[in-house]
C-alpha cells in the first residue's frame, strides 16, 4: 500500500485548506481510511477517519470545523480544514486498511507516507 499525502501549507487563522490522500496497492474501496496528525513534541492523534460505507469518526477538537470524505473512483480521501486555528498546526498523515471499532477508526500497520505539513499563523 502506497499513500500520498497532499494540500497542506502556510494559512491564517480562521483560513481553509483541503488535504488529500491518494491511495495505491490496495482495494481503495473496501478500505477504512483516516487522518491523523502530529505536532512537535506530541503524540501522533486521529483527526478523523472513514469507513468504507462512509461512516466518519472526528476527534473532539475538530467536529464542526474538518469535514472527511472519499472519492472510489479517484482512490482519494480528502480533509477539508476550515476555521483552522494554531492548533491544528502539525504533519498531517493518512493511513489505509486499519479497523473499524468502538466508532472510530484503529491503525494496523505502519504504513504512513510522507505526510503533509499545514502550518497554521495566528
Known amino acids: 500500500v502506497q499513500l500520498q499525502a497532499s494540500g497542506g501549507g502556510l494559512v491564517q487563522a480562521g483560513g481553509s485548506l483541503r488535504l488529500s490522500c491518494a491511495v495505491s496497492g490496495t482495494t481503495f474501496s473496501a478500505k477504512a481510511i483516516g487522518w491523523y496528525r502530529q505536532a512537535p513534541g506530541k503524540e501522533r492523534e486521529l483527526v478523523a477517519a472513514?469507513?468504507?460505507?462512509?461512516?466518519?469518526y472526528y476527534g473532539d477538537s475538530v467536529k464542526g470545523r474538518f469535514t472527511i470524505s472519499r472519492d472510489n473512483a479517484e482512490n482519494t480521501v480528502y480533509l477539508k480544514m476550515n476555521n483552522l486555528l494554531p492548533d491544528d498546526t502539525a504533519v498531517y498523515y493518512c493511513?489505509?486498511?486499519?479497523?473499524w471499532g468502538g466508532g472510530r477508526y484503529w491503525y494496523t500497520n505502519d504504513r504512513w507516507g510522507q505526510g503533509t505539513q499545514v502550518t497554521v499563523s495566528s
Open positions: 493511513n489505509a486498511g486499519g479497523i
Open positions: 472513514i469507513d468504507s460505507d462512509e461512516t466518519t
